[in-house]
């Protein structure tokens, strides 16, 4: 029969080094300021990794959910790690983190899905700890995006920052934290030309060609990715509430992917969410990816926005085009 998964800890790592707006403009030089950076996408500060890496990011921020349970890597069953930016291409860098909690007895692997991927590693994690295959798996959403970006593009290295999410996923004998009540994953592999990085993969490996075309950073379409996100998160926020039995008026908090402060304002818009309820974190983070989600979340629990009861959703969209949703009953 099946279990419930509930989400039990949560932490969160973002490395020292806060870089503001006017980095771009007046450090770099690039043609743009203040206003046009806030007003386009609502960023002022991101976290930049320095001597971090991914591994190491995420290696902190699930330890800090661990020690909020009162866990040690010898209890987790498995690791996920949800990444677009490995330390390296293989082996999995879930794998370190493993090492550095101490959680050789238990599985470890990768996934990427852009900034969808933390909610399809929670969704997979869901379906393991329902089915019995697992008791207890951390899912980290962990990225370096400072390694993709072009500093010569305003358009897109503005955007994004460094930084790591972790949550912990168990069966538990008497509910504890948010019970995860539902994932809902989609994909649209047409959306690739809109959002990618175009070489480095196995299709356009590296080589002078491709260093020199600069092909090794984020391409995106601002205007068509705009789009679609609005579209996609407010269509699956609705399913996942409709197959549930819910509405929108009962969601307490909206923790939606944060790729910029207009996109998070039209799905509220649009969903008819007030403000009050929609979780903001691109101004002090930007968009951290697979991290966006389960850092928001874990500062909205601190600052104690989560209460008994409480119906919180999230929601994500990102390359791919991936997107997803995740209802959780606390």
């Known amino acids: 029969m099946p279990r419930d998964a509930y989400l039990t800890s949560t932490g969160r790592f973002h490395p020292p080094t ?17 206003e046009w950076i806030r007003s ?8 930049f990794a320095g001597d971090e890496t991914t591994g190491s990011m995420g290696l902190k921020a699930a330890q800090q959910a ?38 050789e007895a238990g599985w470890a692997y990768d996934t990427a899905a852009a900034c969808s991927g933390y909610v399809y590693a929670l969704g997979q994690a869901t379906a393991m700890v329902r089915s019995g295959m697992a008791d207890r798996v951390m899912v980290v959403g962990s990225e370096t995006m400072t390694a993709l970006l072009d500093f010569r593009d305003r358009t897109t290295c503005v955007l994004f920052g460094d930084g790591a999410g972790a949550t912990l996923i168990e069966a538990c004998e008497e509910p504890r934290g948010g019970r995860v009540v539902d994932v809902i994953m989609r994909t649209d592999g047409n959306g690739e030309r809109h959002l990618k990085q175009p070489a480095g993969g196995s299709e356009l490996p590296p080589s002078h060609e ?3 075309q600069r092909l090794h950073y984020v391409k995106q379409e601002g205007r068509t990715v705009f789009k679609h996100a609005v579209t996609r998160i407010c269509e699956v926020v609705t399913q ?14 909206f923790v939606p992917h944060q790729a910029n402060i207009r996109i998070v304002e039209a799905c509220g818009r649009r969903l008819k969410i007030p403000p009050e309820k929609l979780v903001v974190t691109v101004d002090r983070w930007a ?37 997803g949703a995740a209802l959780l009953q606390y």
Do not use: C
Not at 18 to 34: A, I
Not at 67 to 76: M, N, Q, R
């Open 210 to 212: 491709t260093v020199d």
């Open 240 to 253: 996942v509430l409709e197959r549930n039995g819910s509405t929108n008026d009962d969601i307490a908090l």
């Open 66 to 103: 661990l020690d909020k349970a009162g866990l040690e890597g010898s209890d987790l069953d498995g690791i996920i790690l949800a990444s677009v930016t490995p330390d390296l291409i293989f082996p999995a860098t879930s794998g370190r983190i493993q090492t550095g909690l101490g959680a």
């Open 287 to 323: 968009n951290t990816t697979a991290a966006t989600i389960p850092t928001s979340l874990d500062l909205a629990l601190e600052e104690g926005r989560v209460k008994p009861g409480d119906k919180v959703v999230m929601a994500t969209f990102g390359a791919g085009f991936t997107w």
């Open 40 to 47: 386009r996408t609502g960023v002022v500060t991101r976290h």
């Open 18 to 34: 806060v870089v503001p707006n006017s980095h771009f403009y007046e450090t770099l030089g690039l043609e743009t300021d203040e």
